[in-house]
């Protein structure tokens, strides 16, 4: 078996025992080295703790440690015999909903705490809500401090069921929940004495065995072009490569395909890959997340920004996107806002046309239209564009049916967006 | 079997290549801070990677602590020779010469680098600097982004940094501010290591282990040298080591090893209990938040 990637994202409330769980995770998987052990222990007895506070391995910055609590996103890094792990441990707080979106953004699961004692919360409901919104395609709901209650099954399947109702609200389909103590270690990576009522996997049972990636020959092929390499040099006098990364689908030598915005078709005649000597190794096929340069049979315009699409499944170019967005600045989103949407690796400028309904946090039911909508906020917005911009459906193509929008002025990230399947918003389409 | 399977080298290689490739694309003069240590090797290497059969779009620059080990600048120059890069060299000892530093009572130049860094980046004009700065180094740095947005004064602000969602990465910045980009993000060192192996990577020689007169000071074996060491109660000693990193040799401590090739090495690095930083730098060890407090002041 060759070693592949997982990336994950981590979500809880505050207190929830994330960090402390991403530390057991860490340590029973033997990423935690002895210096950094050393450095937890002196912390944790200074401050006079008992036992090693594992939370301080990941709460890194100083107003964390002050604060006990995780602020901003943090990359971690594990791996086992057979897998190596991305962990965005992002943190609970309800004003850092912003850092959940971006850790999630590039999960393909999504690990949710649920302290055992007070069940499905509001935050519970919000953090299922973000990642069905983001199209995370696993779910592993963690059900921690089962040691405080007893290792109660009952109270455990209330809690899963409960979950569940929520998950399928928001089109989450697989949602496999674990009972466990992060503090004492019980079904984090060894199984618990505790819990002979629970015939499930490990937490890290379960991360070894989900499916990874999903299979680019079911997609289409999408690739936004990054840079035109001409080197104007012998012996590449009249190379002409689009270098880019395919964000969904294959690509072989012959393929034929269409370039968006402009429509224009024509035929791949190779693919390459660069070499650090200055050579490439030609290849006759490619596929998404691979990074490769196109060559193509006739002389077109084509440019940064442009993409290159499959002939018979293209997708859709349009002046007129809807979606959902997450403001993650503090300054609000308001209709007849001028900004700049970025998709792949076209920026157009935009005006936000009207704000068409919101996610209420607190119930997690959609409101009709506001005025803005604020940081962290979640709603459905219409934007008009001042230019041809091809766009996907969010959840059928996640990598180019994502856009942001920006601040022109200082070019700030002012929301995260997730465009509707197209025949939700009126635009021309090729 | 999925043929269509990517392993995870394959998976950080792309993902690199993909971030110079939107450097290239976004901004009008970026920059590859290249010192010759093992993370700016690797990330020159794909860089090169990313752009062939075309030359290299971007320079390279180096700060030079006064204090390196001769055997990495002669590295730097035969690596910048051979492809016919662009080298800015700043260095700490004009800025010690002419007043505008002072030297520290520890000896160590490490924190030094910073103002040199920032005057070559604005006389540069550099809009992005790309590090080989790696997120399982430190845990400050498991909080960077892929694209850091740095103020006039170089300066990070853990609190405001700029969302980083999917792959869009946002390079923008007004006038005055640059952006650090960091290509290996989600590079372990022992990715790196396998990496070297898997590319046939060459380095410079320190990295593997021989024998060299060392001392210790504070637990960490130190090269003698003009730099300032060894004092006088600090004897000398041939020892059989290797260098995990190289940086400046005032604080860079040399691990005793065996591994005399970069399979070796990885074997060690698989089974060492010590972090990279933990074992061989002297300035992470000045306090809890020593890297969180250096990159607020415009180190990288």
Request: net charge negative; proline share 4%; hydrophobic share 40%.
């Amino acid at each position: 078996m060759t070693h592949d990637l997982l990336r994950l994202a981590t979500a809880g409330s505050v207190d929830d025992g994330k960090s402390t769980l991403v530390g057991r995770l860490l340590y029973d998987t033997k990423s935690v080295l002895a210096d950094q052990l050393d450095a937890v222990a002196r912390v944790s007895e200074a401050r006079g703790q008992a036992a090693p506070d594992l939370a301080l391995l990941t709460d890194g910055l100083r107003a964390e440690r002050e604060q006990g609590i995780t602020i901003d996103v943090a990359y971690r890094y594990f791996s086992t015999a057979n897998r190596s792990y991305v962990l965005a441990d992002t943190p609970g707080h309800v004003q850092y909903t912003r850092n959940m979106v971006t850790g999630a953004s590039t999960a393909e699961l999504a690990l949710i705490l649920v302290d055992a004692r007070h069940g499905v919360v509001e935050q519970t409901r919000r953090h299922l809500a973000v990642t069905g919104l983001l199209g995370v395609r696993h779910v592993a709901v963690a059900v921690n401090k089962m040691d405080l209650v007893g290792w109660d099954r009952g109270r455990y399947d209330a809690i899963v069921a409960e979950v569940r109702a929520v998950a399928a609200r928001f089109d989450i389909d697989e949602v496999v929940a674990v009972p466990l103590s992060a503090l004492l270690g019980d079904n984090v990576v060894d199984r618990s004495a505790n819990t002979a009522w629970y015939d499930g996997p490990t937490l890290l049972e379960h991360l070894e065995s989900v499916p990874v990636g999903t299979d680019p020959a079911t997609q289409p092929l999408r690739f936004p072009v990054q840079v035109v390499l001409r080197p104007q040099s012998d012996p590449h006098r009249d190379y002409r490569g689009y270098a880019g990364r395919l964000a969904a689908g294959t690509v072989s030598v012959g393929d034929e395909v269409t370039v968006l915005p402009s429509g224009r078709t024509t035929t791949v005649v190779g693919i390459d890959l660069g070499q650090a000597d200055g050579t490439v190794t030609t290849l006759e096929n490619a596929f998404s997340p691979q990074s490769v340069t196109l060559r193509l049979a006739d002389d077109i315009d084509v440019s940064r920004g442009d993409l290159i699409a499959s002939t018979e499944r293209p997708g859709h170019v349009t002046r007129s996107v809807s979606g959902m967005v997450c403001v993650v600045s503090e300054r609000p989103i308001r209709p007849r806002d001028r900004v700049l949407l970025r998709a792949g690796t076209r920026t157009v400028r935009a005006l936000v046309e009207e704000i068409l309904d919101q996610l209420d946090i607190e119930t997690v039911e959609y409101s009709r239209a506001t005025s803005q909508l604020d940081l962290n906020d979640i709603g459905r917005v219409r934007i008009r564009l001042a230019d041809d911009l091809p766009i996907d459906d969010y959840h059928e193509l996640r990598r180019t049916g994502a856009f942001l929008l920006i601040d022109e002025a200082d070019g700030a990230t002012l929301a995260a967006g997730m465009a509707d399947a197209p025949e939700r918003y009126a635009g021309a389409s090729i | 079997m999925n043929q269509h399977f990517l392993n995870h080298l394959d998976h950080l290689e792309s993902e690199a290549v993909h971030i110079f490739r939107e450097v290239a694309g976004e901004f009008e003069r970026p920059v590859i801070l290249f010192s010759g240590g093992k993370d700016s090797v690797v990330m020159l290497h794909l860089a090169l990677k990313a752009f062939a059969p075309a030359p290299l779009p971007f320079a390279l620059l180096h700060v030079d602590t006064g204090h390196n080990f001769p055997e990495v600048l002669d590295y730097r120059d035969e690596t910048v020779g051979r492809i016919g890069a662009r080298l800015h060299v700043a260095k700490v000892q004009d800025y010690i010469d002419d007043g505008r530093l002072r030297e520290r009572p520890d000896g160590t130049r490490n924190p030094l680098q910073t103002v040199p860094l920032l005057d070559a980046i604005e006389q540069g004009r550099f809009d992005a600097v790309f590090g080989g700065g790696r997120r399982d180094e430190e845990k400050a740095r498991a909080k960077e982004r892929v694209f850091s947005l740095r103020d006039a004064f170089g300066a990070w602000d853990p609190r405001r940094q700029r969302p980083e969602l999917w792959d869009l990465y946002n390079g923008r910045h007004s006038p005055g501010e640059h952006v650090r980009v960091f290509p290996l993000s989600n590079w372990t060192e022992l990715d790196v290591w396998r990496y070297i192996e898997r590319e046939r990577i060459a380095l410079p020689s320190l990295y593997y282990a021989h024998e060299r007169d060392v001392f210790q000071r504070d637990g960490m074996w130190l090269t003698a040298g003009d730099w300032g060491g060894p004092r006088d109660s600090e004897p000398v000693e041939a020892r059989v080591v290797r260098y995990r990193t190289v940086g400046d040799m005032s604080c860079t401590g040399a691990v005793e090893s065996e591994a005399a090739d970069v399979g070796g090495v990885i074997l060690e690095v698989a089974a060492s209990r010590i972090t990279e930083r933990g074992a061989t730098r002297a300035d992470d060890r000045l306090s809890e938040a020593a890297m969180e407090d250096r990159k607020k002041q415009g180190y990288f």
